[in-house]
């Protein structure tokens, strides 16, 4: 199963996120779900790098389906709104295959 966290201030401003798993749902190279995943994922790291000035850290490990991204300082209204995309476009995919996808809020 893949968890995707949302990372969020009490100010509710975003803090990061992080996504962990494979889906599993299907043989290996022919998961829809996984790959759904990982093209919402990677095109919102190329994004916040394209399109902002934000620094952050990102850890990655495709063993474990690891992407961890944690912004260094106040999040930009760009990076704010290429975080809001990716909620939508992650809980959209939940909607549909949430056997195989969960996504949570965590307040840090």
Not at 1 to 11: L, Q
Request: charged share 25%; proline share 1%; with cysteine.
């Amino acid at each position: 199963m893949i968890k995707i966290t949302i990372y969020r201030k009490p100010d509710g401003l975003f803090k990061g996120f992080q996504v962990i798993g494979h889906a599993d749902s299907v043989e290996e190279g022919a998961d829809l779900v996984c790959c759904a995943v990982s093209v919402l994922t990677i095109n919102l790291v190329n994004s916040l790098e394209a399109f902002t000035d934000d620094r952050f850290d990102m850890t990655q490990e495709e063993a474990l389906g690891l992407v961890q991204l944690t912004f260094r300082d106040k999040t930009s209204e760009k990076a704010a709104l290429l975080m809001k995309s990716f909620d939508l476009g992650i809980r959209s995919v939940e909607q549909d295959y949430g056997r195989w996808l969960t996504v949570i809020t965590k307040e840090v």
